[in-house]
């Protein structure tokens, strides 16, 4: 089965964020895209609301259980007590641990493994008592991957940032994709699911799928949006899927 898409919210969210108006609307596009054929929905409220806000969670939740019950809702975030009382709330399918700094204006690298372990294995440990798939952000490294299974995950998502930075470089796109697959088939070794996401279009996405064939899920916001300016947002959704294997 390919992997399956699911539509980040966060670009959406941030456009509308820049006026004090309710448009775009993040559950309107949201729900356009589950209509269009995505698998589900991801949101990274992050502490000072710059993207999604937490007042957008509870109605994204109320929208897949009321409309599209086989959706999947993927929250994302920094696991201090707020966010994981966020989730706990929400209750997303899957929550997605990533290491960002506050400052940070998107998400540009994974947990380190080994030296992080002991601080991730708690936090795991209470989100899977709370019934959440856990997937925790990973470099493009097959290095830590039994690490990251010791923490009690499911999935590490792939950041896939340095394959998306080689637009106009194929022979470095290669590369970074002979790194991911590396990386997944460490990660596949070890019994975890592997996610993708960053950075990720509808031109590089079928190259990473051909490395990657076991890939589970690719979370795309950024090149989405940016293409819903010019395909709207069902058309890019279905360019999405198509360039995924659906």
Same mark, same amino acid.
């Given at each position: 089965?390919?992997?399956?898409?699911?539509?980040?919210?966060?670009?959406?969210?941030?456009? &509308?964020?820049? &006026?004090?108006?309710?448009?775009?609307?993040?559950?309107?596009?949201? &729900?356009?895209?589950?209509?269009?054929?995505?698998?589900?929905?991801?949101?990274?409220?992050?502490?000072?609301?710059? =993207?999604?806000?937490?007042?957008?969670?509870?109605?994204?939740?109320?929208?897949?259980?009321?409309?599209?019950? =086989?959706?999947?809702?993927?929250?994302?975030?920094?696991?201090?007590? %707020? $966010?994981?009382?966020?989730?706990?709330?929400?209750?997303?399918?899957?929550?997605?641990?990533?290491?960002?700094?506050?400052?940070?204006?998107?998400?540009?690298?994974?947990?380190? $493994?080994?030296?992080?372990?002991?601080?991730?294995?708690?936090?795991?440990?209470?989100?899977?008592?709370?019934?959440? &798939?856990?997937?925790?952000?990973?470099?493009?490294?097959?290095?830590?991957?039994?690490?990251?299974?010791?923490?009690?995950?499911?999935?590490?998502?792939?950041?896939?940032?340095?394959?998306?930075?080689?637009?106009?470089?194929?022979?470095?796109?290669?590369?970074?994709?002979?790194?991911?697959?590396?990386?997944?088939?460490?990660?596949? %070794?070890?019994?975890?699911?592997?996610? %993708?996401?960053?950075?990720?279009?509808? %031109?590089?996405?079928?190259?990473?799928?051909?490395?990657?064939?076991?890939?589970?899920?690719?979370?795309? #916001? =950024? #090149?989405?949006?940016?293409?819903?300016?010019?395909?709207?947002?069902?058309?890019?959704?279905?360019? $999405?899927?198509?360039?995924?294997?659906?």
């Amino acid at each position: 089965m390919p992997a399956k898409l699911s539509v980040n919210l966060n670009a959406v969210a941030l456009l &509308r964020n820049r &006026r004090d108006l309710p448009w775009p609307d993040v559950i309107h596009f949201g &729900r356009i895209s589950l209509q269009a054929g995505a698998h589900g929905l991801t949101v990274h409220p992050r502490p000072d609301e710059r =993207h999604t806000r937490r007042s957008d969670l509870a109605p994204l939740r109320a929208l897949i259980d009321d409309e599209f019950p =086989h959706a999947e809702f993927n929250v994302e975030g920094y696991p201090d007590e %707020a $966010f994981l009382q966020l989730v706990e709330e929400h209750q997303p399918d899957q929550v997605t641990l990533v290491p960002d700094d506050p400052a940070q204006p998107t998400s540009d690298h994974g947990w380190s $493994f080994v030296e992080q372990q002991a601080f991730l294995t708690p936090i795991v440990k209470r989100l899977k008592k709370g019934g959440f &798939r856990v997937s925790l952000f990973a470099e493009p490294d097959p290095a830590g991957m039994a690490e990251a299974k010791a923490t009690g995950a499911d999935r590490v998502e792939l950041f896939t940032g340095p394959y998306g930075s080689t637009y106009d470089d194929p022979e470095q796109a290669k590369r970074e994709l002979e790194k991911l697959g590396a990386a997944a088939d460490a990660a596949r %070794a070890v019994g975890l699911e592997v996610n %993708a996401g960053h950075d990720l279009t509808v %031109a590089n996405l079928p190259a990473l799928i051909e490395y990657l064939p076991h890939l589970s899920e690719v979370s795309i #916001g =950024h #090149g989405l949006t940016a293409d819903a300016l010019e395909y709207g947002m069902a058309g890019t959704v279905q360019r $999405f899927l198509k360039a995924a294997g659906w």
